[in-house]
């Protein structure tokens, strides 16, 4: 089930773009033109409303609604017929536009607020397949990556607990012995544990970046494609609503690879990995060429490769973060 931030942020997206005076009667008096939102979420966003929670949220979120309602790029001051809210909604095939809202069959939305994470994904799913299918064996990354550093750390962290119950080999340990094993670690790394995690973090970073450059090679379309692809952009057009960081709005039209290319040029793609971090991490650049002003454009992001639940517990998931400010990333454009 969503949490209560992310069914405000998009359900209140939606409500605002309906042409109702203020957020409190849209909740009270749920229109018929949003979709897909019971009574029980209806209920759950009265009663934080009425509690005073995340105040600031639904006001970004309605703010947001109503400027998509009256830019240019969106409804024009049209009110549309339906607002189809996606919810927990499993897409029946692989889809790859982070929308949350479906505006009368055609403006595809994505809520973002407070976010710089463009994809969750399994490592293999990223390093290995490059975004483009999820189909593919089941791997345990941190075993598959860096075996001996996976190994040193566990039983350097098994040392430190009291062996117990613990089985020799990392791959042997349950879900059981997982859970306990994270519940005995403090939260920071002991003294004598810091030096085998960081040369466990050196090694899943550099065969990380090095499993990446060899799926990618060096066709230059290619390169261009994992662009696309981490940026998100899409054969159709898609926008961006919500709020950065720093609580500055965001309403951008997300342009498709076509768009792209009439105002920029690739010149390359880069991936390395990033040893100064306290985990593993890959870093990633794009390098580009505006064509209006012929200057050079930089895009930045990196991936963490963490545990999904903590340490040693849960598959090892690549978070993969935009470091270039939004407003200055090529392919996303100013609502007007």
Known sequence: MPSLKTELTEIVTGLGMLGIECVDDALNAPPAEMLNVTTREFNRLKHARKAGEHQRLF??????????????DGL????????EWKGSHRPPGYEQVPADLRVDHVYLVSCKYRSKILYNASPAHLFDRMLTTRRGRAVDWYSDAAPDEYQNLYQACR??????????AVTDLAKEHRLGLKNRLPRRWPKNLV?????????????????WQ?????????????????????????????????KVPMRFRVDTPWDFRQRYRFDSFEVEPDRSAGQPKVKWLGVLTDKVPDEKVHVKGHVEVRWSHGRFSGAPEAKVYLDTPYEQTPGYSYLR
């Open 159 to 168: 040392r430190f607990v009291g062996s117990r119950d613990l089985p020799d």
């Open 76 to 83: 024009r001051n049209r009110k549309p017929r339906r607002v």
């Open 59 to 72: 006001e970004e979120a309605w703010e947001n609604g109503q400027a998509f309602a009256s830019s240019v």
């Open 195 to 211: 030096m085998p995690y960081r040369q466990f973090c050196d090694a899943v970073s550099t065969a990380s970046a090095q499993r």
């Open 214 to 246: 060899k799926s990618l090679g060096t066709n230059k379309g290619t390169l261009e494609e994992m662009l696309w692809r981490l940026l998100r952009l899409q054969p159709a057009p898609y926008f961006i609503l919500g709020a950065n960081p720093r």
